[in-house]
């Protein structure tokens, strides 16, 4: 065996197998094929797993709210529907800001004499927009029964799981959570 090639086979010897490299580059084409579909499925799972983290933070903080108007500490304070959306968005931390919070919350709030007189206004749109003009803020008086929804719609942030997660216009996820309950009797006198 002459020099040079004892030297190309000390080389080569474990790198240069016949098939080596045909399998190496299949190894790299499935990948390519398969990240994409991956990476689509882990960012699927955590814009899921975040609409559901919010859409329960939204439903804690409205239903530590709505008790608010239950005891009768809204309407002693006679709170506005701007410092009640403000209330439930303090306790609204994590992915959502206080200032996105503020600008984006809905709240629907109705009151009426009994569970069965209850007849509550519809304020999504066919589409799946609020309606917010529909929405009211009535706190109630002792031993009323009150109705109180909070929506907030959600940008979706992947653009590949807009089309199935959205449900309203503009690529948005409308949260929404609902409580309704009679008023304690929170009035000197009052009896349900």
């Given at each position: 065996m002459n020099p040079v090639s004892a030297i190309v086979s000390f080389?080569?010897?474990?790198?240069?197998?016949?098939?080596?490299?045909?399998?190496?580059?299949?190894?790299?084409i499935e990948f390519a094929l398969l990240a994409p579909v991956l990476c689509l499925f882990l960012i699927g799972l955590i814009e899921t797993g975040a609409?559901?983290?919010?859409?329960?933070?939204?439903?804690?903080?409205?239903?530590?709210?709505?008790?608010?108007?239950?005891?009768?500490?809204v309407q002693a304070t006679s709170m506005t529907k701007v410092q009640y959306i403000a209330q439930i968005c303090t306790q609204m931390t994590g992915m959502i800001s206080s200032a996105s919070c503020n600008a984006?919350?809905?709240?629907?709030?109705?009151?009426?004499?009994?569970?069965?007189?209850?007849?509550?206004t519809n304020v999504v749109n066919a589409d799946g927009s609020l309606n917010i003009a529909a929405m009211q803020f009535v706190t109630g008086n002792s031993c009323d029964t009150v109705l109180v929804r909070a929506f907030y719609?959600?940008?979706?942030?992947?653009?590949?799981?807009?089309?199935?997660?959205?449900?309203?216009?503009?690529?948005?996820?409308?949260?929404?959570?609902?409580?309704?309950?009679?008023?304690?009797?929170?009035?000197?006198?009052a009896t349900c």
């Open positions: 080389l080569c010897r474990g790198f240069c197998r016949p098939g080596r490299d045909a399998r190496a580059g299949s190894t790299a609409i559901y983290y919010l859409n329960s933070t939204l439903t804690n903080a409205a239903n530590d709210t709505a008790r608010m108007v239950r005891t009768g500490q984006n919350l809905q709240v629907d709030m109705e009151a009426f004499s009994s569970f069965q007189t209850a007849n509550y719609p959600w940008t979706i942030m992947t653009p590949l799981m807009r089309p199935l997660l959205k449900n309203m216009p503009n690529g948005q996820f409308l949260m929404s959570s609902a409580a309704a309950f009679r008023n304690e009797p929170f009035v000197a006198g």
